[in-house]
């Protein structure tokens, strides 16, 4: 199993559990999607550890960090990311998010302001994609299915047969970790949790838009649909795109990957991270 040593930091009342690796003047802290936590990151890290200070974490309730008892939204995640940055990253950093990460990172935008140096989003849904028209009725769904799926994560044969999509792309020992610790029946609540805030932040995210990021922004776009979903994909790659060209320093591409970008592709992710680091203020994004 992977070997990192990490610490426990207190935000907002709540515990959440960090590691930080690499070296050198700069930082960069990551963001999960939905139901994963820092070790998502694994591909990645390596990749970038010469060249800035790395802050991966788990958000509470999943991994190493504090349970929760309530729900919380996603206003409640972001507010824990900014307390999170502030107990731990000591200047201007590059912020890199995955999925429902991108939700997170956007809300905490206005709160971080002048001390991002760049965001880069890994195939996020922007709130207006169509796939959020019905999403409450869907997080209902998935909510039913995942309380089957969190009974049979009791078994670890069950389990490794429910998480063969993980398993699959990210390294063994990164699979060994996200086992022990996050495809469990805690892990597989907290999943469900996450799900329900998303569907009641929708609404105000529609209704009130978090603030666009000023720094230079990426967003990665997996090209790969699953299949049988090529429409849905074809939509939320045009809504992507359309956000993108809202910013005034964004820039939009298309990777050959499924959504797991951070694992399939973790030299493109870390060729963006640096070019963001690299980046001087007054010229735009270029191709990394």
């Keep these: 199993m992977r070997q990192a040593v990490g610490r426990a930091v207190r935000v907002n009342g709540r515990s959440v559990y960090v590691e930080e690796s690499g070296r050198g003047p700069d930082w960069v802290v990551f963001e999960a999607g939905g139901g994963l936590g820092r070790t998502c990151w694994d591909p990645v890290l390596p990749l970038l550890a010469d060249r800035a200070r790395l802050v991966a974490y788990d958000r509470a309730g ?5 349970r929760t008892a309530v ?11 900014v307390a ?11 912020l890199v998010a995955h999925s429902m990460g991108g939700l997170v990172a956007r809300r905490a935008v206005e709160s971080l302001g002048p001390r991002l140096r760049g965001l880069l989003l890994l195939d996020p849904t922007p709130e207006r994609a169509p796939v959020y028209d019905t999403f ?18 009791r078994s670890r044969t069950l389990a490794r047969m429910v998480s063969g999509n993980i398993r699959r792309v990210f390294p063994a ?3 060994a970790t996200m086992l022990a610790e996050d495809i469990v029946p805690a892990g ?11 569907a009641a932040a ?6 009130e838009p978090p603030v666009l990021p000023t720094c230079p922004t990426v967003l990665l776009s997996a090209s790969r649909p699953v ?8 939509a939320l790659a045009e809504h992507q795109r359309r956000w993108v060209q809202t910013l005034p320093e964004g820039r939009f591409e298309e990777v050959d990957s499924g959504h797991f970008i951070q694992a399939e592709q973790p030299g493109t992710v870390a060729n963006w991270g640096e070019n963001l680091l690299d980046r001087a203020p007054g010229r735009r994004v270029r191709s990394a």
Excluded: N, W
């Excluded at 729900?71 to 990311?81: N, S």
């Excluded at 929708?202 to 209704?207: C, F, K, S, T």
């Design 62 to 66: 999943f991994g190493r960090s504090g």
């Design 136 to 153: 409450d009725r869907t997080a209902r769904k998935v909510g039913r299915a995942m309380g089957a799926t969190q009974a049979l994560v």
């Design 173 to 175: 020992d990164t699979y």
């Design 188 to 198: 597989i609540a907290q999943t469900r949790k996450e799900f329900k805030a998303v």
């Design 202 to 207: 929708i609404p105000q995210l529609r209704a």
């Design 84 to 94: 999170m940055v502030e107990a731990v990253v000591p200047g201007p950093f590059v």
């Design 227 to 234: 299949k049988g979903r090529e429409q849905q994909h074809a």
């Design 71 to 81: 729900q919380l939204g996603i206003d409640d995640m972001a507010a824990d990311l």
